[in-house]
């Protein structure tokens, strides 16, 4: 069964370009719901009591201002965004020279996945690794109660607080996270786009005939797969919130926090909001950058 037929752009534009195309997804996704629902994410991580997303984020409103669904925006939003385009050219580069190495080792439909699912993988822990710090200082910015004060003056008073190793709590986790995060949303998203393929081409159907509802139904899988992982998640968000007193020290400690507030369910406080949330993160950093990548190639 061949599968190259999926990759909608098989002629690499060049890493830089794979580096804008992914900063410019990235920032589109945080400018349009991306922002605001990672704001509703860390309020029921943190503070839910298991409300439904529309309740908490009115609660935001109520809090915050409509401001507040858009806290930590500028800068860290957007200088993570620039890391987006660490994302999408560390994958892609993976992906291809994964393929490369097992042509005529393997089946095509190995080769598909494993390269894919490997690139996405490597794609998020570039992603990791280069925004770390920033993703922990908007988390932090986006979880202070009211918000304001600016973001240098609050980056200031951090470091005066807790000193420069705050910026580095939770690294590992959140390198995982992002591996992990990365890994399944692009291998499950490429896995149903070849098995609705290959469906089509069962039944006779000339070509491959991908179309916008095929897109979401991809990226509505590879969203909803990728979130297996929330425990780490509700565990990195803890560890990287500001709440008044010293940071718990590690991993097991914010753990421990977490399982004495509520239980086991506190691990999957803010899970139906990251459902959103990777469904629209899939969905822009997967069929629309493969349509763009395509368009420039």
Same mark, same amino acid.
């Given at each position: 069964?061949?599968?190259?037929?999926?990759?909608?752009?098989?002629?690499?534009?060049?890493?830089?370009?794979?580096?804008?195309?992914?900063?410019?997804?990235?920032?589109?996704?945080?400018?349009?719901?991306?922002?605001?629902? +990672?704001?509703?994410?860390?309020?029921?991580?943190?503070?839910?009591?298991? &409300?439904?997303?529309?309740?908490?984020?009115?609660?935001?409103?109520?809090?915050?201002?409509?401001?507040?669904?858009?806290?930590?925006?500028?800068?860290?939003?957007?200088?993570?965004?620039?890391?987006?385009? $660490?994302?999408?050219?560390?994958?892609?580069?993976?992906? &291809?020279?994964?393929?490369?190495?097992?042509?005529?080792?393997?089946?095509?439909?190995?080769?598909?996945?494993?390269?894919?699912?490997?690139?996405?993988?490597?794609?998020?822990?570039?992603?990791?690794?280069? $925004?770390?710090?920033?993703?922990?200082?908007?988390?932090?910015?986006?979880?202070?109660?009211?918000?304001?004060?600016?973001?240098?003056?609050?980056?200031?008073?951090?470091?005066?607080?807790?000193?420069?190793?705050?910026?580095?709590?939770?690294?590992?986790?959140?390198?995982?996270?992002?591996?992990?995060?990365?890994?399944?949303?692009?291998?499950?998203?490429?896995?149903?786009?070849? +098995?609705?393929?290959?469906?089509?081409?069962?039944?006779?159907?000339?070509?491959?005939?991908?179309?916008?509802?095929?897109?979401?139904?991809?990226?509505?899988?590879?969203?909803?797969?990728?979130?297996?992982?929330?425990?780490?998640?509700?565990?990195?968000?803890?560890?990287?919130?500001?709440?008044?007193?010293?940071?718990?020290?590690?991993?097991?400690?914010?753990?421990?926090?977490?399982?004495?507030?509520?239980?086991?369910?506190?691990?999957?406080?803010?899970?139906?909001?990251?459902?959103?949330?990777?469904?629209?993160?899939?969905? $822009?950093?997967?069929?629309?950058?493969?349509?763009?990548?395509?368009?420039?190639?």
């Amino acid at each position: 069964m061949e599968h190259d037929h999926l990759d909608h752009a098989a002629a690499p534009p060049g890493a830089w370009r794979d580096y804008w195309i992914g900063v410019g997804c990235e920032v589109f996704m945080a400018l349009t719901l991306g922002q605001p629902i +990672e704001v509703v994410k860390t309020h029921v991580t943190l503070h839910g009591r298991g &409300e439904p997303m529309l309740t908490a984020a009115r609660g935001v409103v109520a809090e915050r201002g409509l401001r507040g669904m858009y806290a930590g925006l500028y800068p860290w939003a957007v200088m993570e965004a620039l890391t987006g385009g $660490c994302l999408l050219a560390g994958y892609h580069r993976t992906q &291809e020279k994964v393929a490369a190495r097992l042509d005529g080792q393997t089946t095509p439909w190995a080769r598909y996945m494993v390269s894919h699912t490997v690139g996405g993988m490597c794609g998020g822990a570039v992603q990791g690794a280069a $925004c770390f710090p920033i993703f922990r200082m908007k988390v932090a910015e986006m979880s202070r109660p009211g918000g304001g004060g600016g973001a240098v003056r609050f980056l200031a008073g951090v470091l005066r607080e807790h000193g420069v190793q705050y910026l580095a709590k939770g690294a590992h986790m959140y390198v995982l996270r992002q591996v992990t995060n990365w890994g399944s949303r692009i291998g499950m998203a490429k896995y149903v786009q070849a +098995e609705i393929c290959s469906r089509r081409r069962a039944r006779g159907e000339a070509g491959c005939g991908l179309g916008p509802r095929d897109y979401v139904a991809a990226s509505l899988a590879g969203g909803t797969f990728s979130c297996w992982n929330h425990p780490i998640e509700a565990v990195v968000v803890r560890l990287q919130a500001a709440r008044g007193g010293a940071a718990p020290p590690g991993f097991a400690a914010a753990a421990r926090v977490i399982y004495g507030e509520a239980g086991w369910r506190g691990f999957t406080r803010g899970l139906q909001t990251r459902l959103v949330l990777s469904f629209w993160a899939t969905l $822009c950093m997967v069929p629309l950058a493969d349509y763009v990548r395509s368009a420039l190639a």
